[in-house]
């Protein structure tokens, strides 16, 4: 399978048949790490950790001031389940 590559504003690119993404399991916007390897373009997709940026998302989070709401919230008594229904 062959493809041109086309200029795309001030670089140049190279389109990748749908056949060729479904094969690599990629889609549009994917993030490619993209190497030369003895005269080949070698592009790898990057898995990312399903994690990434939870740590600071929680740290934000409980930085953040408090609505009376969320603070009485936060003191509602779970503890005992007696009356409730599942």
Known sequence: ?????????NSTG???PKPVLQELGVETGTVMDIVVDNGRVVATPVVRDLHEG????ARQIGAEDLSEDAMVWQGF????D?????
């Open 1 to 9: 399978m062959k493809s041109a590559l086309r200029k795309m504003g």
């Open 54 to 57: 939870w740590a600071e998302a």
């Open 82 to 86: 007696d009356g409730l229904t599942w």
């Open 77 to 80: 008594p779970n503890e005992d």
């Open 14 to 16: 190279l389109i990748l």
